[in-house]
């Protein structure tokens, strides 16, 4: 068995586990990093950059149907499913060239390739799966082990009709009909897009949620604009799932109703599953929430008051690349110079699903404000049917809603499914995170025609509720649940 000793074990090769090696680096500790599987993050891979592919695909298709209506008629729009995928995949494999460039530059002693478990706090066992197993003894670890899409109990070895977004990108083709399980951003992303590019879709979702909203006016809406265009199903129970020839018949309840449904394919996209479970966490020493993932400061990502730091999907916090990439940055920090723990840099949370319209949260969510405890809060909106450019470009579709605190007037979040939300979305987290005022918000510039005038009316709106008494407003009360 080969030994190692070194300052800082790394366990992950993708986006927190190769920022947290180099941070670890750079702080002059002996760090070797573990991977097992493929290199290449899961958004090079099967996350962000080719599922925006496919939703290009879509919105060009698209764009074709909605030509007519500005008086442009194409010719029969025709969607080569071959080489839709062909594209999807080519692309990917760059995206994934360009990472796996940057591990080819991390030297060979750095690298060890291999399934790590935890054999003690301070030891780890790494087998390749091909008899060669080295034992590693760590001053510190960082775990970065990312995650794996949820499978559902009752979807299990049905048979290959039955998969989860990781199998999609490899499709040769377009698929017939997709049954998606989930109405998450990935589900919601990958069922749109395949919708628009001609394929039979139908979402299915157990309760009532969209994607990252919580905030009940909102999440309405976007169950109003998205049904115009899928066929979507909430408080939707999955029965049973049998494979028959080269489909798959899918049972579900709904209402008290069963009904069954055939497929060419069956989607899991039921969300992901920090992988902590196969490490051996349990010889960590550390302490375990209800989920099996390690307690942390979302600080300093520093487990407990141990020598061990988790960053990435494996911690299940803010599972995207830019909150990976930052968790990366603060562990490996940490590991680095430990017991020198410092605080790092946490920014504004900000999350969008890429759905048109698109659906976008940022900073202090509907759901936190109303927890027990906090202060009372305003709310302004702004609808964008009527909206001047959103009506020009024919996107007049989505409701934004904003947040800001009673007595300061400080900005606090917001929830939206918006045309170009990605944008307002930036605009708004930055405002959260530079602590700004409504007041001082409505004093910057904004141009005519354009969907940020939406942004301006929705923050008039929260000025005047703010101006109001707090004693007499209590939103979470007036505001219906869902």
């Known amino acids: 068995m080969r030994k190692l000793k070194v300052d800082v074990a790394v366990i992950g090769a993708g986006t927190a586990g190769l920022v947290a090696y180099r941070a670890a680096r750079a702080q002059g500790a002996r760090t070797v990093m573990i991977e097992g599987g493929h290199y290449g993050t899961t958004c090079a891979r099967v996350g962000c950059m080719p599922s925006k592919l496919l939703i290009a695909a879509a919105e060009a298709a698209h764009m074709l149907d909605a030509a007519a209506a500005f008086g442009v008629h194409a010719g029969e729009k025709r969607v080569d499913g071959v080489a839709v995928m062909e594209r999807v995949r080519r692309e990917r494999d760059r995206f994934v060239g360009f990472v796996l460039d940057g591990v080819d530059s991390i030297p060979d002693a750095d690298k060890l390739r291999g399934h790590a478990r935890f054999t003690g706090p301070h030891t780890l066992v790494v087998d390749d799966g091909a008899g060669n197993v080295s034992e590693v003894e760590a001053a510190r670890v960082v775990i970065a082990s990312g995650s794996t899409p949820t499978r559902l109990p009752k979807l299990e070895n049905v048979g290959p009709g039955v998969i989860t977004s990781d199998e999609v990108f490899d499709w040769q083709d377009l698929p017939r009909s997709v049954a998606v399980i989930g109405t998450g951003v990935i589900g919601l992303e990958l069922g749109q897009a395949l919708a628009r590019l001609g394929v039979r879709v139908s979402l299915y979702a157990r309760g009532g949620s969209v994607a990252q909203l919580t905030d009940p006016v909102v999440l309405r809406k976007a ?11 909430f408080q939707t129970e999955i029965v049973k799932a049998e494979q028959d020839g080269d489909e798959v018949v899918l049972c579900m309840r709904e209402g008290g109703e069963e009904r069954c449904a055939r497929f060419q394919y069956v989607l899991m996209a039921a969300g992901r599953t920090p992988n ?3 490490i051996g966490i349990e010889h960590s020493g550390l302490a375990l929430g ?5 307690l942390f400061d979302s600080r300093t990502m520093q487990c407990g008051t141990s020598h061990i730091f988790i960053a990435g999907d494996a911690n299940n916090e803010r599972p995207v690349l830019p909150e990976a990439a930052d968790h990366g940055k603060i562990a490996g920090d940490n590991a680095g110079r430990y017991p020198d723990i410092r605080p790092g840099l946490r920014r504004t949370p900000l999350t969008a699903a890429f759905t048109e319209p698109n659906i976008v949260t940022l900073g202090a969510s509907y759901k936190s404000l109303c927890e027990p405890g906090k202060p009372k809060f305003a709310i302004g909106q702004v609808s964008f049917e009527n909206q001047g450019r959103s009506r020009v470009m024919l996107q007049n579709k989505g409701m934004l809603r904003v947040y800001g605190e009673y007595g300061s007037g400080r900005f606090l979040g917001a929830e939206m499914i918006a045309p170009r939300g990605e944008h307002l979305g930036h605009l708004l987290a930055w405002a959260v995170q530079a602590r700004m005022t409504v007041d ?3 004093e910057m510039p904004f141009y005519h025609p354009v969907i940020e005038e939406g942004v301006r009316t929705a ?17 979470a009360e007036v505001e219906p649940g869902t």
């Open 223 to 233: 169950g109003q604009v998205l049904r115009e265009e899928i066929d979507l199903h």
């Open 276 to 278: 902590v479970a196969a």
């Open 459 to 475: 923050l008039r709106d929260l000025a005047t509720e703010l101006a109001k008494d707090a004693s007499s407003t209590d939103p």
């Open 440 to 442: 001082q918000m409505l």
């Open 290 to 294: 209800t989920n099996g993932v390690p």
